[in-house]
C-alpha cells in the first residue's frame, strides 16, 4: 500500500459515519452478489396467497399477487446498487469531460457551456426525466442514461470550479512553461488535483440515483421487468392496509442512501486536507 493511501485510509476511517457508510453499503454489496442464495423463493414467483401477512413462511409478507416481499427486496439490492454505480460511472465521465475542458479553454467556449449548465439545472429534475423516458423507454438502461443526463451538470460545475482554480497555480505554469501539451497539463496536472470533490460527490449521486429509480419506478416509469424498491412501495401506497408492503422496501432504500450520502461525505473528508485541518 503506498504512502498516499495509507493516508487516505487513516484520514477516512477516522470519521466514524463515513465507516458506518461502508459497512451499510458493504452489507447491500453482499446481498446483492448472493441474492439467489439469500432469496427464499423467486422473487417472480407466485408463492403465496396475495397480500398476506407476515408469517414464518413469508418473513416479510407477500405483495398484491403472491410475491415473497423478502425475495423481491434481496434482488432489489442488485438493480439498486448496479443502478447507481452506472449512473455515477456515466456522469462522473460526463462531468470531467464537459467541466474541465471548456473550463481550461476558457472565453466564449467556458461561457456557453456555463449557460448551458444553468439552464439544464434550472428545468425541474422530475421533470426533465419523465420527458426523456417517454422518448427513451422504460428499460433499465434507457432509465440509468436519462437518470445520468439529468445530474451530470452538477459534477460539471464543480469541475469548472477546480480546473478555474488549479490552472493559475504554479505547477500548471512551470508545466506549461516546460512544452507540455494542453492534453497533459490537464490529464496529468489539473484534473488529478482536483477531484477530490467531484469522487465525493459522485458517491452521494449514486444514493440519490437509487433513489431516483425508485421514484420512477413509483409513478409507474421504471422496468417492469426489473425488481425494484419503487414497484413495492407503489403497490404499498395503493393498498394501504398492508403496511409490511412498505416497511422493508422502505428501510432499504433508505439505509442505501444514507450509507452513500456517509461514504461521500468520508471521502470529501478524507481527501479535502482543509477538512483533515479543521477536524484537527
Known amino acids: 500500500m503506498s504512502a498516499g493511501l ?8 477516522d470519521r466514524p459515519s463515513a465507516v458506518v ?22 422473487p417472480f414467483a407466485l408463492s403465496g396467497p396475495p397480500l398476506s401477512a ?11 399477487v403472491g410475491r415473497d416481499i423478502l425475495s423481491m427486496v434481496i434482488h432489489g439490492y442488485r438493480v439498486a446498487l448496479l443502478f447507481g454505480i452506472g449512473v455515477a460511472g456515466i456522469i462522473l465521465l ?24 444553468e439552464i439544464v439545472l434550472t428545468i425541474p429534475r422530475l421533470v426533465l426525466t419523465i420527458i ?35 490552472k493559475e497555480r504554479g505547477f500548471v ?14 490529464v496529468r496536472h489539473i484534473i488529478p488535483n482536483g477531484m477530490y470533490p467531484v469522487v465525493a460527490n459522485s458517491a452521494m449521486q449514486m444514493g440519490f440515483a437509487i433513489l431516483f429509480e425508485a421514484s420512477l419506478s413509483f409513478l409507474g416509469l421504471g422496468d417492469p421487468n426489473v425488481v425494484s424498491w419503487g414497484q413495492l412501495l407503489s403497490e404499498a401506497n395503493v393498498r394501504r392496509s398492508a403496511w409490511w408492503l412498505s416497511l422493508t422496501p422502505g428501510i432499504a432504500l433508505s439505509t442505501m442512501v444514507i450509507g452513500f450520502n456517509l461514504i461521500g461525505d468520508g471521502i470529501n473528508h478524507a481527501l479535502d486536507p482543509r477538512l483533515r485541518n479543521v477536524r484537527a
Open 94 to 117: 460526463l462531468g470531467i469531460v464537459l467541466g474541465a475542458v471548456p473550463a481550461y479553454l476558457g472565453g466564449l467556449v467556458d461561457d456557453l457551456f456555463s449557460r448551458f449548465f
Open 21 to 42: 457508510g461502508i459497512v451499510i453499503v458493504g452489507a447491500g454489496v453482499f446481498v446483492a452478489l448472493f441474492a439467489e442464495s439469500l432469496s427464499p423463493f423467486d
Open 132 to 166: 426523456l423516458v417517454v422518448f427513451l423507454g422504460t428499460g433499465i438502461n434507457q432509465i440509468m442514461i436519462v437518470v445520468a443526463l439529468t445530474f451530470w451538470p452538477s459534477n460539471a460545475k464543480i469541475v469548472r470550479a477546480q480546473v478555474m482554480t488549479i
Open 6 to 13: 495509507r493516508r487516505f485510509v487513516r484520514a477516512y476511517i
Open 173 to 186: 505554469r512551470a508545466a506549461r512553461a516546460s512544452g507540455a501539451g494542453d492534453v497533459r497539463i490537464l
Open 54 to 64: 407476515p408469517s414464518p413462511e413469508h418473513v416479510f409478507g407477500t405483495d398484491v
